[in-house]
């Protein structure tokens, strides 16, 4: 079990640009949630799918944001655009997926927007 | 909407004190609720967790009892080392219509102890 990876673990961009971060799921896990933190708070919920499906989307995910998991293992989360305020760590975790499951988290990919 | 909610930071100790983070969580459903650890430049990692009233999760020294009657979930440590030095998550699951299939997080509480 080599548990969650994101790459990549750091990200600078200027604003308007857009960017890629990808997510490797513990091997089976069927869910695979996108969080975001900023600093000095909590992560907040962005989005999550079982195996291929996108269940949930928060009001946080704008229209620049999209996620997918085309084969139910990897995930991307791209964001179209960057503006200032998407600087934030962007963290996945991934679940097996039978209910009150834990979560396990990835190092997360720090966004910084110039 | 659901909610969880710690006790204002940081927290700054003495090697071997006493360690209590308190954590409130708002009661729709019946959620269940985890403690997790952040060091500087890292993802979380689990601590404890407990799934139901009375449950208590312990690690590595550390426990939370599931408190239904309170709605708290407060972290305890007998005697903190220089290495429990971290950001310190209390999160709520539950599965309802507000809170979907997800987790949610308190603020963090940041502590640092001292030798």
Not at chain 1, 16 to 28: A, H, L, M
Request: contains cysteine.
């Amino acid at each position: 079990d080599t548990g969650v990876s994101q790459n990549p673990r750091h990200k600078i961009t200027k604003r308007g640009q857009n960017v890629t971060f990808r997510c490797d799921p513990i091997s089976e896990h069927n869910r695979l949630y996108w969080y975001r933190q900023t600093l000095g708070q909590g992560p907040e919920f962005l989005t999550y799918f079982q195996n291929e499906a996108q269940l949930e989307k928060s009001r946080l995910l704008s229209d620049r944001f999209s996620a997918e998991r085309p084969k139910g293992s990897f995930s991307t989360l791209e964001i179209q655009r960057t503006e200032q305020g998407d600087s934030a760590m962007y963290l996945c975790a991934s679940s097996t997926g039978t209910g009150r499951e834990t979560q396990y988290f990835g190092p997360g990919t720090r966004l910084l927007v110039l | 909407g659901d909610s969880v909610t710690q006790m204002e930071g940081p927290v700054t100790l003495s090697e071997e004190a006493f360690l209590t983070i308190n954590c409130t969580y708002t009661a729709t459903g019946y959620p269940s609720l985890f403690w997790y650890v952040q060091y500087p430049g890292e993802g979380l990692q689990l601590l404890l967790k407990a799934t139901k009233a009375d449950d208590k999760g312990s690690n590595k020294g550390f426990e939370a009892t599931y408190r239904k009657e309170t709605t708290s979930f407060h972290l305890e440590k007998g005697s903190v080392q220089v290495s429990d030095s971290a950001v310190y998550f209390c999160a709520r699951w539950g599965k309802s219509e507000t809170s979907g299939s997800r987790l949610t997080f308190g603020e963090g509480t940041q502590l640092t102890v001292n030798p």
